[in-house]
């Protein structure tokens, strides 16, 4: 069974420094995608990054990276120039098997909730 | 991106009524849904997983007879709560997954539910 752990849950940041979220899976699956989601106080779920298990490079997009260390099983999610909008939950999620083709379940980690102080 | 969409947003209905939640997805053939439920300050819980033209896949806990799930189309899903409880009041969510040769990793979520059972 997969399993994800955010053991933060709650951070603060100052607005413009950087900021990092852990996140660490559980899988005895060789194949599986690791997904980062922002949820504002809407509850909408905004994704924002993407990893899969077998890429090679670290997935970034904008001012979010992903520090994937996959013998150490974490996938923590790097914010760079924290700005105040992005104060909300944010998710750690995986799913196993393959990137395609693939209608597995989505499981979510606890959440972290992130404050930008001004 | 790919929108989904969530009808309605917010709905409040009296205890032992029965409240039927869509989903839809607006720009893209959603072989697979998901439905999620979410507590407050807590994290998403997936709740079942249908698949178009199939009876839906419900998760250990989740009462099939009471969250009826019915993916009749490639476009929609409809989850009801039957005879509703105030325990059932919470934030559900809808995802949908494009399958088949134009699949991607990307999961699309609805901008949620919210149902108060008085």
């Known amino acids: 069974a997969q399993k994800i752990t955010q053991t933060q849950p709650g951070m603060f940041v100052q607005e413009k420094e950087a900021v990092t979220l852990d996140c660490t899976y559980d899988?005895?699956?060789?194949?599986?995608?690791l997904f980062w989601y922002k949820q504002p106080s809407s509850g909408e779920m905004i994704f924002l990054i993407y990893?899969?298990?077998?890429?090679?490079q670290n997935a970034t997009e904008g001012r979010y990276s992903l520090n994937f260390q996959k013998a150490r099983k974490s996938a923590n999610l790097v914010i760079s120039a924290s700005q105040l909008g992005d104060s909300a939950m944010y998710f750690c999620a995986m799913r196993e098997g393959g990137p395609r083709y693939n209608n597995n379940d989505m499981r979510f980690g606890a959440g972290t909730r992130l404050t930008v102080k001004p | 991106g790919a929108v989904v969409s969530q009808h309605p947003s917010r709905v409040i209905c009296k205890s032992g009524t029965s409240v039927k939640i869509e989903c839809r997805s607006l720009d893209f053939q959603a072989t697979t849904m998901f439905w999620y439920r979410q507590f407050p300050k807590k994290s998403l819980m997936l709740m079942a997983t249908?698949?178009?033209?199939?009876?839906?896949?419900?998760e250990q806990g989740v009462e099939k007879d009471k969250f009826l799930i019915n993916h009749a189309s490639l476009t929609l899903s409809t989850l009801t709560v039957t005879s509703a409880h105030p325990e059932d009041s919470s934030f559900y969510i809808c995802s949908a997954r494009e399958g088949g040769s134009g699949g991607s990793y990307e999961q699309y979520f609805g901008p949620g539910t919210r149902l108060t059972v008085t």
């Open positions: 249908s698949n178009e033209g199939s009876k839906a896949t419900y």
């Open positions: 990893q899969g298990s077998y890429d090679q």
């Open positions: 899988t005895s699956d060789p194949s599986y995608g």
